[in-house]
Every structure is written in structure tokens, then in C-alpha cells.
């Protein structure tokens, strides 16, 4: 059985944590200095339009928390038959926040 958690409001950062909480946290799916792979369904979406992909600052804050449990985290992204990854992810802004949480 899927379990998800449902917030809403406006703070991505506060949302994310407060979601994964309810979910019990990430440790019983992630490892202590484990490797991660985000992948945020950019291609899918329809640029500049809200809400037809993942919030960029969702990914942000996913990657945050990832960071402090030590993970290591990659973000990426496979084309789709309407838009490339290449194009995308910088246009979207998750080529940004990946960059600023490197490690």
C-alpha cells in the first residue's frame, strides 16, 4: 500500500519537511551516505506553466534534507519527445539549486 503525505501552503522548505514527517522521516528509505537520484519530471511539463512540473523548490528542499542525512545526490532528467533535459532543467531552475547543494 502507497502511503503519502498531503500539505499545503506556501513555504516549499516547511512543506517538504513537515511531508516527509508525516511519512516517519526518510531514514528506512535512505542511508546514511547513500546515493540518490532525483529526478524531477521537467521534460513533461509545459514551460512556464506552474504546477506542469516539479516546483523547484521542492527539489531544493528534498536535496537539503538528502544533504543532511549525508547522501549523496544527483539530479537528472531524460528527455522527452516534446522537450529536451539539456534545455529543461536550466530553463526551470533545478540546474541552479543542484549546483548551489553540490557537495
Known amino acids: 500500500m502507497s502511503v503519502v503525505s498531503i500539505i499545503k501552503g506556501n513555504n516549499p522548505e516547511v512543506m517538504v519537511r513537515e511531508a516527509v514527517e508525516l511519512l516517519g522521516g526518510l531514514n528506512s528509505y535512505v542511508k546514511q551516505g547513500q546515493r540518490v537520484f532525483i529526478k524531477p519530471n521537467v521534460c513533461g511539463g509545459v514551460p512556464g ?4 512540473f516539479t516546483n523547484v523548490g521542492v527539489v531544493a528542499s528534498i536535496i537539503q534534507i538528502l544533504r543532511e542525512m549525508d ?18 532543467l536550466p530553463e526551470t531552475g533545478i540546474s541552479e539549486v543542484a549546483a548551489k547543494t553540490r557537495r
Not at 49 to 52: A, F, H, R, V
Not at 71 to 88: F, L, N, P, Q, R
Open 49 to 52: 506553466k506552474p504546477g506542469s
Open 71 to 88: 547522501a549523496k545526490v544527483s539530479v537528472g532528467e531524460a528527455d522527452s519527445c516534446m522537450y529536451t533535459a539539456d534545455v529543461m
